[in-house]
Structures are given as structure tokens and as C-alpha cells.
């Protein structure tokens, strides 16, 4: 079983920063692909970045490329969403997710056993 809690979120004004992060417990973290992703009010959950643990690459939705950096961190089994030049189009509630390692990173959300609870973005303009 693996346990993720998010923290970092909050209210920022537009070309601000902010860094998120994914506290996880749990063996599968240490050999697991990690996702980021995001949902706004009446839209669907999309992705934003995500990190292959087996074969170590990192990719990232068009609409964050250039301006986030998934990373990883294994002596403190945490995962980070550092967001630079945000824009009030990223406001959105952002969750980190855990799944089965792949030798690619996985963009859809059937691709992830565990969630976190989510932490809340607000970009204002």
C-alpha cells in the first residue's frame, strides 16, 4: 500500500512560482513511475508531468513544457512539481500519483494505482 500527500499549493500571482510537494510511504515508490496531474472546476483530470523510475526519463504535457520540472527525491521518497512562470490557465487542483514502473512515462490516469488527496493552485492575473 502506498500513501502520497501533497503539499506547496496555494494563491500566486501570474509569472510566479510555486514548488509542490508528494510525501509518499510505501515500498512502491522507491521503483515506481510518478505522475503529476491537474483538474479544473468541470474539466477532466489531464496530466501535467511525469517521471519513469525504470527508465529514467521525464515528460511533460505541451502545456507545461519549459516551465515545470518533475523530480525525485528517494532518500526522503518524495516526488516535486517545481512551476515556474504560471499562468492563470494552470489554476487547478494538482494531485501526484504512483504506478507500476515502465521503461516509459505514462500520461493517462488508468496508468496509476495511487493518489494523494490533491493540493489546490490558484494562478491569479
Known amino acids: 500500500q502506498v500513501q502520497l500527500v501533497e503539499s506547496g499549493g496555494g494563491l500566486v500571482q501570474a509569472g510566479g512560482s510555486l514548488r509542490l510537494s508528494c510525501a509518499a510511504s510505501?515500498?512502491?515508490?522507491?521503483?515506481?513511475?510518478m505522475g503529476w496531474f491537474r483538474q479544473a472546476p468541470g474539466k477532466e483530470r489531464e496530466f501535467a508531468a511525469g517521471?519513469?523510475?525504470?527508465?529514467?526519463?521525464?515528460y511533460y504535457a505541451d502545456s507545461v513544457k519549459g516551465r515545470f520540472t518533475i523530480s525525485r527525491d528517494n532518500t526522503k521518497n518524495t516526488v516535486y512539481l517545481q512551476m515556474n512562470s504560471l499562468k492563470p490557465e494552470d489554476t487547478a487542483a494538482y494531485y501526484c500519483?504512483?504506478?507500476?514502473?515502465?521503461?516509459?512515462?505514462?500520461?493517462?490516469?488508468?496508468?496509476?494505482?495511487?493518489w494523494g488527496q490533491g493540493t489546490q493552485v490558484t494562478v491569479s492575473s
Open positions: 517521471l519513469s523510475w525504470s527508465g529514467g526519463g521525464t
Open positions: 500519483a504512483v504506478g507500476p514502473s515502465r521503461l516509459v512515462v505514462v500520461t493517462t490516469t488508468s496508468g496509476y494505482h495511487y
Open positions: 510505501g515500498r512502491t515508490f522507491v521503483s515506481g513511475n
